[in-house]
């Protein structure tokens, strides 16, 4: 008959054995295993930008090792990432940052501005005058109703009916099938959309609010100096890649 490991009249002792043991566990576990349990402060990217998304996170991943990175590349996607993930900082353009209340850590720039213009796209002439009742595209940078307020902005008229795309490469398609009668983008993004089409765009730039340029905003205090010095020291062709070529600490 097998004995008991541990008898009725021994089980405290047992138990404390038992706990005893699991304490030593906890606390010589391989230093591997915090750094998966996320040791690394933790980075949002949503930018659209002149290169897939898979690119850009395979090269800020290279670049800022001490950083746990994710980029989006869409909206929706981001927004989801942002409520499960609950990340450390957010790297975006200023008026996504604005829709979360949250404010530069770091700002970029370009050429020594820190914001750049918009243009609307059309095909074969410019679109002037009033545009009521226009169909416009534009990447869905803040959900429906935010991307909605920021293209009435920018384009300074309410009676507007917006199609909401999830890449630039999406806007084109609306002006080939004339699914919209303009498109609005940043400037920086023309050429790639004229090198992709034989169609006569024509472009009108936007003179309401310029737009921030990429920002990172940290939201632990705790981690500032850690991400911020990280993102200072990158180099020109990862700053290239962002959209900008400096950083500026507001």
């Known amino acids: 008959m097998t004995k008991p490991f541990c008898r009725p009249r021994h089980v405290p002792r ?47 991943q290279e670049h800022l090792p001490d950083l746990a990175i994710t980029v989006f590349g869409r909206y929706r996607d981001f927004e989801e990432g942002l409520s499960s993930g609950h990340p450390d900082a957010i790297l975006s353009i ?5 829709q979360r209340g949250k404010t530069p850590s ?19 002439r410019p679109l002037e005058g009033s545009l009521a009742g226009k169909t416009i595209g534009v990447v869905d940078l803040l959900g429906r109703d935010g991307t909605q307020t920021f293209l009435n902005g920018l384009l300074k008229e309410t009676d507007l009916k917006v199609k909401r795309v999830a ?12 699914v919209a009668d303009g498109v609005v983008l940043p400037s920086s993004m023309l050429a790639r959309l004229l090198e992709s089409t034989r169609l006569t765009i024509k472009t ?19 981690i500032r100096a850690v991400v911020v010095g990280a993102f200072q020291k990158l180099d020109a062709p ?6 900008i070529d400096a950083w500026s600490v507001p």
């Open 167 to 178: 890449k630039i490469e999406d806007l084109l398609p609306l002006l080939e099938f004339s």
């Open 14 to 60: 047992c138990l404390a054995w038992l706990f005893l043991g699991a304490g030593l566990l906890q606390a010589y576990q391989p230093p591997l295993l915090a750094l998966a349990e996320g040791n690394k402060p933790v980075v949002d990217v949503f930018l659209q930008l002149d290169a897939k998304s898979s690119v850009v996170e395979k090269t800020l």
């Open 94 to 98: 200023t008026p996504v940052l604005v």
């Open 238 to 243: 990862t700053k290239r890649l962002l959209g």
């Open 106 to 124: 770091l700002q970029g720039q370009r050429a020594g501005k820190s914001s750049e213009p918009y243009v609307l796209a059309s095909v074969n």
């Open 204 to 222: 009108r730039e936007l003179t309401g609010a310029p737009v921030g340029l990429p920002a990172v905003s940290v939201l632990s205090p705790a």
